[in-house]
């Protein structure tokens, strides 16, 4: 074969591989052409918008208003119970009234309603009247003196216009009072106090203490003349008004143990 010839077939060589290239490359890309659907099906959209509907669910999430239940927290008005607070303008534990009073005997008129700690302003004497506004539960009155408020037992108050004040006939020193013996049990009315001598108008009779109404003790001693008694009292000798104590009543039994 001459040279001419070997190049003649060099290049029909040549040929039939570049169209053997070709077809293998028409070849290859009329096969991925099916695939193509699937790769779409890949980047399909509705996976996609599956999941962005989940976070539009707020509304279970952002249920404010069981949160937003301010009401329940902001309840006020018990807080805000005014009318009690109000009671302290009227004077704690004070029933209103409007009474004109005057003392069975001289009474102290007090700046606030205890014996111990407050300040004695006027002694009120029987036949003077003043206006009471409130009565305690625990024995003390609300009273209107010359545009001040005090306050008094109300033991030793009355409204009856006609009562006669006891009279207490005493030796001068407050002291030397005669009593007849006695052995029985006796209590407060409403409220008395016991006194170091049995006198309301020396200086030097000092208030002990206070019998209360159902605080029963010992009464050794009684004067019918001057109208006061001798107590026992935690192991002190005092004295106090016969006219606002009541004596025990004896038993059914007692009284016929006496009888007999």
């Known amino acids: 074969m001459t040279r001419k010839q070997k190049m003649v077939a060099l290049g029909a060589g040549a040929v039939a591989a570049l169209l053997l290239l070709c ?7 009329v096969g991925c052409s099916p695939d193509t659907p699937g790769q779409t099906k890949q980047t399909e959209k509705p996976a996609e918008t599956e999941t962005t509907a989940t976070p539009t669910t707020v509304p279970p999430e952002t249920t404010v208003p069981p949160e937003t239940t301010v009401p329940p927290e902001t309840t006020a008005p018990p807080e805000t119970t005014a009318p009690p607070a109000t009671e302290g303008n009227s004077g704690p534990g004070f029933r209103e009234v409007s009474q004109s009073v005057t003392a069975k005997i001289e009474t102290n008129l007090r700046d606030a309603p205890d014996q111990v700690s407050s300040t004695v302003l006027y002694a009120l004497p029987n036949g003077q009247w003043v206006t009471r506004t409130g ?3 625990n024995g003390w009155s609300r009273l209107e003196w010359n545009g001040v408020t ?10 009856d216009p006609n009562y006669v004040p006891p009279s207490f006939e005493e030796e001068d020193d407050g002291i030397n009072t005669v009593f007849t013996a006695c052995n029985d049990r006796v209590t407060a009315k409403e409220l008395v106090n016991l006194r170091s001598i049995p006198s309301v ?9 206070q ?3 159902g605080q029963w003790i010992t009464r050794t001693g009684i004067n019918t003349d001057v109208g006061w008694s001798r107590v026992e009292y935690n192991g002190q000798t005092l004295y106090c ?5 009541e004596t025990e009543q004896p038993t059914v039994e007692e009284a016929t143990a006496a009888a007999e």
Do not use: E, F, H
């Open 135 to 137: 009565i305690s539960d």
């Open 150 to 159: 005090c306050y008094a037992i109300s033991n030793y108050l009355t409204q």
């Open 201 to 209: 108008t020396r200086a030097d009779s000092v208030v002990i203490a």
């Open 211 to 213: 019998l209360a109404k």
């Open 241 to 245: 008004i016969t006219s606002y104590l």
């Open 23 to 29: 077809v293998g490359l028409i070849l290859m890309s």
